[in-house]
């Protein structure tokens, strides 16, 4: 009896063993074979993440230069909806207008002065998407790689870049004011209004704002906008691909 027990066991053992391994060369084989486009899974991967890395690029270059968010409609940050009693309200504070215009103009050098900074971050997360994961998402949609990475990553990355937006929020940028500081100088004076006898029967409501959490998630939304676009270019337009990788790996998509 003591025999055939062992025997099973071994038996069972060896075909989990079996199963493992049968799983473990299956994936092996997955990652260095061929792709939905007859290329290796391994090029297809290279090819994607290239494709982000031109995004990624693109979308420094454009964002973090001067008036890359001020210069640009769809963009540009403006105060947040929390400041809308601020701004209905401008003819009660003095000087009001000139404190929302350097404020407006704060937010957005800030922008751009933190995503200058942004790439080693952003770039470091292209490294976490697998070599399956690359491959098939090269054959996805438009913006597939974007999406992907937004859903992956965005959270990590907000909570990596909110220290450098912070820190950008505390430069003099603007008449040797920080965005705190022209913000602050902006809230204060409504606030003041807000809180004395007159704004309380005008029925007016302080305003607080986190600035920091407000332009790193504008400044975030920005790059990702920027990248899908890069991504949509490269996937349609073969004049976008700008080396022979990306040439030969999305120029299977051409085929489809």
């Known amino acids: 009896m003591k025999k055939k027990m062992t025997l099973l066991c071994i038996v ?5 063993s079996c199963s493992e391994l049968l799983q473990v060369a299956s994936q092996v084989g997955s990652s260095m074979g061929t792709g939905i486009g007859g290329m290796s899974n391994a090029e297809n991967a290279a090819g994607l993440k290239s494709a982000l890395d031109v995004g990624i690029d693109a979308a420094i270059k454009n964002l973090g230069k001067e008036n890359g968010f001020f210069g640009d409609a769809a963009l540009k940050l403006l105060l947040p909806p929390e400041a809308t009693p601020i701004i209905d309200n401008l003819s009660i504070i003095p000087g009001g207008k000139n404190l929302v215009d350097k404020a407006v103009l704060s937010l957005n050098r800030a922008a751009e002065d933190a995503v200058k900074e942004a790439g080693p971050i952003f770039k470091s997360a292209i490294t976490n998407m697998s070599i399956l994961d690359a491959a098939s998402i090269l054959f ?3 913006d ?3 999406n992907y990475l937004h859903k992956a990553t965005y959270h990590s990355l907000k909570a990596a870049f909110a220290p450098k937006v912070n820190k950008s929020l505390d430069k003099p940028l603007v008449g040797n004011l920080s965005v705190v500081q022209s913000w602050n100088s902006l809230m204060t004076a409504y606030n003041s209004v807000a809180n ?4 309380q029967m005008a029925g007016l409501s302080p305003v607080n704002v986190n600035l920091g959490e407000y332009v790193t998630e504008k400044a975030l939304d920005a790059l990702f906008k920027k990248i899908s676009e890069k991504e949509a270019q490269i996937r349609t337009n073969p004049g976008a691909r700008v080396s022979p ?3 030969k790996v999305f120029g299977q998509l051409d085929k489809k």
């Not at 069972?12 to 989990?16: E, F, K, M, R, T």
């Not at 004395?196 to 704004?199: D, I, K």
């Open 144 to 146: 597939a790689a974007t």
């Open 196 to 199: 004395s006898v007159v704004g």
């Open 12 to 16: 069972c053992l060896s075909l989990a």
């Open 245 to 247: 990788l990306l040439q």
């Open 140 to 142: 996805g949609g438009h």
